[in-house]
Nanobody, 115 residues
Framework: QVMLAESGGRQVQPGASLRLSCNTS????????AAWYRQGPGNTRELVAT???????TYADFVKGRFTVSRNNVARTMDLQMTGLTTEDTALYIC?????????WGRGTRVTVTS
């Protein structure tokens, strides 16, 4: 009954690039709003990026200019292209999809940025 599954997280050095993917089993994914969140050592969930069904993105200030969110409604996937990673980007990255009263969460993929 898991509808979202993230992948692509790994340990990298500062300055590296990484691409995260969220694969869904959501019929009608093309009408869902989608987003990436992350949970760092502070154990608080913060919004990283959002993307509308038609592909309009928004970004948190701390990633703007470094991250790019995209989606493929035929493949039912959402990606996050990350560049210029810093140690402060270390977190569990979680995808979310919402439509009306329905909201689905993945279990996350871990990104660790260390020298």
């Amino acid at each position: 009954q898991v509808m979202l599954a993230e992948s692509g997280g790994r340990q990298v050095q500062p300055g590296a690039s990484l691409r995260l993917s969220c694969n869904t089993s959501l019929s009608g994914f093309g009408v869902f709003d989608a987003a990436w969140y992350r949970q760092g050592p502070g154990n608080t969930r913060e919004l990283v990026a959002t993307i509308t069904p038609l592909g309009k993105p928004t970004y948190a200030d701390f990633v703007k200019g470094r991250f790019t969110v995209s989606r493929n409604n035929v493949a039912r996937t959402m990606d996050l292209q990350m560049t210029g990673l810093t140690t402060e980007d270390t977190a569990l990255y979680i995808c979310n999809a919402k439509y009306l009263q329905r909201s689905y969460w993945g279990r996350g993929t871990r990104v660790t940025v260390t020298s």
